[in-house]
């Protein structure tokens, strides 16, 4: 068999191998950009929003339902903390979940810089090989694919993901309550 007929009976097998291996860089960029620009920020904000509201909820019902004696002896107990230097060395940012976070990062820049070298590889193997693989045509059908599934998945975020409530809000500050409760009286 000659080279030219045993390039054309590949074609559509290289040329639906391109195309997968784009939708697979197009997929992997859109969503680690979508991670690191919008999705690690709109996480951190919900999780410390939560937080801060179960806190205030909490603190505050449980803070009213004290009687006089009570909230005296409370606040003495919490005159005798070191709050001032707790909240100062708390408020400092972890070197361990930047470090892990950083790395995060990085790994998926990495992954879509060696995919991309590897597209590039691939393409120009294949012109070696007699084979003109028709790359504009693919990004363009990944562009309109990517940008379809992208309409539908900010729209389910937006309306969905965005307004469920994965904990129940009392959780937190029962759990902190009974291990304080547990572990000190």
């Known amino acids: 068999m000659d080279s030219t007929n045993s390039c054309k009976q590949n074609k559509f097998e290289i040329n639906f191998s391109m195309n997968l291996f784009v939708h697979v860089i197009f997929l992997f960029t859109i969503l680690s950009v979508l991670f690191i620009f919008i999705i690690s920020k709109l996480s951190s904000e919900s999780i410390n929003n939560e937080l801060i509201d179960l806190v205030n909820d909490n603190v505050n019902s449980h803070y009213k339902n004290l009687n006089e004696e009570q909230k005296d002896t409370l606040k003495k107990i919490l005159n005798f903390m070191p709050l ?83 904990v129940k809000p009392s959780f937190i500050m029962s759990y902190l309550f009974n291990s304080v409760k547990n572990k000190i009286l």
């Open 84 to 166: 001032d230097k707790l909240s100062k060395l708390y408020s400092q940012p972890e070197k361990v979940r930047e470090t892990n976070n950083k790395h995060v990062f990085t790994s998926m820049k990495l992954t879509i810089f060696l995919l991309l070298i590897l597209l590039v590889i691939v393409v120009i193997v294949a012109r070696l090989l007699c084979h003109r693989i028709p790359m504009k045509h693919i990004i363009i059908e990944n562009i309109i694919i990517f940008t379809g599934i992208g309409v539908v998945e900010f729209l389910f975020f937006k309306n969905i993901i965005l307004k469920y409530v994965p």
